[in-house]
């Protein structure tokens, strides 16, 4: 039986879960796996067992341990490091991302903090979540200028539709506190689509992938 925890590869177990009950459903699949994408449902849904539960106890450990060995063969290019301090700083450190949920057309701005949802993507990307490492107990908190200052992240995430509601790149530097971050003045954003990036499913690995690239790129975006 799977436990909530982090799992041999970075990742909680239910994320790794998660990527192979997606992949699961995408053989076959059933009106549990439709509803297993969250990692809040899935805390519950798999400390029952889920593979047990459905039936195919079997076929979901066989998935299990395809999709954490997919999501391993990742992690292990990952580089150590990248940071922008780590040009400064002897032996280079891991970057610190600060996830950013942002609804221009609203008016909402949050600076996710330890219970985003994105810390162990982050993590697993070689990353270090830099609200949870400032203090953010919460899922989210209103972006201040002083709360971005403490987080200092050397990149920021968004999702992608997120950055379009705020027009672009030039929109998110003028949102108070994120130009004056590490991020801000090299322009080091990192973008993953809305549907993937707080869901996991059969395209963890390549979410993954694409972050970790991402936010050990050097430069910035035009």
């Not at 949802?117 to 609200?131: C, K, R, T, Y």
């Amino acid at each position: 039986m799977l436990a909530c925890g982090v799992g041999p590869v970075g990742l909680p177990a239910e994320a790794v879960a998660a990527a192979a009950e997606g992949e699961r459903q995408s053989e076959g699949g059933d009106e549990h796996a439709r509803h297993s994408g969250s990692l809040g449902h899935l805390c519950a849904f798999h400390r029952s067992g889920p593979a047990r539960a459905l039936g195919v106890s079997a076929t979901g450990e066989r998935l299990r341990k395809r999709t954490g060995k997919r999501i391993d063969a990742v992690r292990n290019d990952i580089p150590q490091g990248g940071g922008a301090r780590g040009a400064e700083e002897k032996g280079g450190d891991r970057p610190r991302v600060a996830f950013l949920y942002l609804r221009g057309s609203a008016s909402v701005y949050l600076l996710g903090g330890s219970r985003s949802g994105a810390s162990s993507l982050i993590e697993a990307a070689g990353g270090v979540d830099a609200g949870k490492e400032s203090g953010l107990k919460k899922d989210f908190t209103a972006i201040t200028s002083e709360a971005l200052a403490k987080a200092a992240p050397d990149v920021i995430l968004v999702m992608t539709k997120g950055l379009d509601s705020v027009h672009g790149v030039e929109g998110l530097l003028k949102i108070p506190g994120v130009a004056q971050t590490p991020a801000g003045r090299h322009r080091r954003i990192a973008t993953i689509d809305d549907g993937v990036l707080l869901n996991y499913g059969p395209r963890t690995d390549q979410v993954l992938r694409d972050l970790a690239a991402q936010i050990h790129a050097k430069g910035g975006r035009p």
